[in-house]
């Protein structure tokens, strides 16, 4: 009887050892993962933000990129996400945007930089594009850009900028070949990247064997090296 008395003891014990920890375990999850008002950052800086924040036991994490705002000076905080009073996990980032101030200062260097990288450029300097041109040239890379507007160290709040956008294909005008010896025109269409066939089904009395009496296409139409060119050409 003692001795079953004795398990009963033992396994009740057991029991509650595991109800206890699971308890505390849960506790310490509940804790980990509660959740927190976020509070207002606006016109903070960093370090100020960064101390509220860790009284909730949230981080700050600040962005490259910053914004122009008239009314929030140089260096404080400017936007975030996410917004005040808006509710959080415990452990997790708030990002924010810091301001440029009322202008963004000295224009940078964009001149051979690609318009993705200038755009970029511009706005982690919080400029404004105002104005984009552009060029077809084979003197410039693709898609650089090769002047703009304000010059670098100038101030100012906007730029303008001419990009090359690359030399257009290649397009020739289809020459008349009605009467010429198609072997030397289908030569010289040849060196010029033309898929050139020549047909000779048609004799023509009068005229020497291989000159051109049709062609496709006609004479007049603009062609790209690489099409196809049919001479049909007497016997």
Request: glycine fraction near 12%; charge should be positive.
């Amino acid at each position: 009887m003692a001795l079953r008395i004795g398990k009963a003891v033992i396994v009740l014990g057991a029991l509650g050892l595991t109800f206890g920890l699971s308890a505390v375990g849960g506790m310490r999850l509940a804790l980990q993962t509660r959740e927190v008002p976020v509070p207002d950052l606006g016109n903070l800086t960093p370090e100020e933000a960064r101390a509220a924040l860790a009284d909730l036991d949230l981080a700050l994490r600040v962005e490259p990129l910053r914004r122009v705002d008239p009314t929030i000076a140089e260096g404080r905080i400017a936007e975030q996400e996410p917004d005040g009073s808006i509710a959080t996990r415990s452990g997790r980032s708030v990002k924010v945007w810091l301001s440029s101030g009322r202008t963004p200062g000295s224009v940078p260097a964009l001149v051979g930089a690609s318009e993705g990288a200038a755009r970029r450029r511009l706005e982690e300097a919080a400029f404004t594009l105002r104005g984009l041109s552009e060029i077809r040239s084979r003197r410039y890379p693709t898609d650089a850009v090769v002047a703009q507007d304000p010059q670098p160290g100038r101030d100012g709040q906007a730029v303008r900028l001419l990009v090359n956008r690359g030399e257009r294909g290649r397009t020739y005008v289809m020459p008349d070949l009605i009467g010429v010896a198609a072997d030397a025109a289908a030569e010289t269409l040849r060196t010029r990247g033309f898929r050139v066939t020549v047909v000779g089904d048609h004799p023509y009395p009068g005229l020497p064997p291989g000159t051109v009496l049709r062609q496709s296409p006609q004479a007049g139409f603009q062609i790209a090296p690489g099409e196809p060119i049919s001479l049909e050409v007497s016997q």
